[in-house]
C-alpha cells in the first residue's frame, strides 16, 4: 500500500507485516452515517487506528505547517483523536500553555499523549452543549484535522467554531473521499460533501480561506483496500452490505486505490497548501 500525492508516503515500508491477513469475508464494511454507531466503531477500532492513519498523519502535519503563531497560550483540538495533531503542533516547536483535546471515543482519549498542560475532554461536537465544557474566552487556536466531516450541520458547526474566536485551522475529509465505492455500491457518501462545506464557508461573516487536495492511497490488493477501510476510521456508520455485496464489490472494485479529498480551512492565507 503506498500514497500518490505530492509526498509519495509508501505506508508499506513503515508497516511490512501489517497486512498479512486478508479481510475475513464475514467481517463488515459501514457506509451510511449514524452517530452512535460512528462512535462506537471508532472506540472498537481505537489501538489500530494508530497503524492505518498514516494518512490523517499527513493532512495533520500539512495543517500545521499553516500555523503562524510560534507560541500560543491555549489550543483547542475539535476531534484530537489519538493525538495525531498534538504530536505534529509539538514536533514543529510550538510552545503551548495549555491544550484541550476533546473528542467523543474514551478509548481515543485514552490513547492520546497526557501532560500536566493537557485536558482531556470527552465531549461530541454535534451536541449543542459541547461549547459549555470549554473556556471559551482564554482559546487562541481552534484546530480539528480529519474529524468535522461527521458533523451533522456543517454550517452550524463552524458558526460555533467561528464564534469562539481565535485563528481557525481546519482540515476535513469530504464526500468525494472513496467516492468509486459509493458509486459502484449504490450508496450516499455519510460524510459532509464539498458543496456544503463550501456553502458555510460563504454563509460566514468572518473572511475564511480555503483549498482543497486530492489524495490517493495505492494498495497491493483489493482485500487490503477494504481491510484498510474498515479501520482508518475514514468510514463509519449504521447500515452495513451484506456478505455476498462485500464479496462482489471486492471483486469488482476497478482501481488498486481509493480517492480522498480533503478542504483545508483557515481564517489566515495558507503558507504552504
Known amino acids: 500500500m503506498a500514497y500518490q500525492n505530492d509526498f509519495g508516503y509508501n505506508f508499506g515500508r513503515l508497516y511490512p507485516n501489517f497486512f498479512e491477513e486478508a479481510i475475513k469475508m464475514e467481517d463488515k464494511i459501514y457506509i451510511n452515517d449514524d452517530t452512535k454507531y460512528v462512535q462506537k466503531e471508532f472506540s472498537r477500532f481505537a489501538k489500530d487506528y494508530q497503524h492505518y492513519n498514516a494518512i490523517q498523519k499527513e493532512i495533520a502535519k500539512l495543517l500545521v505547517e499553516q500555523i503562524r503563531e510560534d507560541r500560543v497560550s491555549t489550543i483547542l483540538d475539535i476531534g484530537s483523536g489519538d493525538g495525531t495533531l498534538y504530536q505534529a503542533i509539538k514536533d514543529k516547536n510550538i510552545d503551548i500553555s495549555h491544550y484541550y483535546a476533546m473528542d467523543f471515543s474514551t478509548n481515543m482519549l485514552q490513547l492520546h499523549p497526557s501532560n500536566s498542560n493537557i485536558t482531556k475532554i470527552e465531549s461530541n461536537f454535534n451536541d449543542i452543549s459541547w461549547r459549555e465544557q470549554l473556556p471559551i474566552d482564554s482559546i487562541d487556536i481552534v484546530i480539528s484535522s480529519s474529524a468535522l466531516q461527521w458533523a451533522n450541520s456543517f454550517d452550524s458547526l463552524l458558526r460555533d467554531i467561528v464564534g469562539i474566536g481565535g485563528s481557525i485551522y481546519l482540515a476535513l475529509f469530504t464526500s468525494n473521499t472513496f467516492k468509486t465505492i459509493h458509486l459502484l455500491a449504490n450508496t450516499k457518501s455519510p460524510i459532509t460533501s464539498r458543496d456544503e462545506i463550501v456553502k458555510a464557508i460563504s ?71
Open 203 to 273: 454563509n460566514i461573516d468572518k473572511k475564511l480561506h480555503y483549498k482543497s487536495k486530492e489524495y490517493r492511497v495505492y494498495f497491493n490488493s483489493n482485500q487490503e483496500l477494504f481491510k484498510y477501510i474498515k479501520h482508518s476510521g475514514i468510514s463509519g456508520g449504521k447500515n452495513r452490505l451484506s456478505y455476498k455485496e462485500i464479496k462482489a464489490l471486492i471483486k469488482s472494485y476497478p482501481l488498486n486505490y481509493l480517492e480522498f479529498e480533503v478542504i483545508f480551512i483557515s481564517d489566515k492565507e495558507f503558507l504552504s497548501i
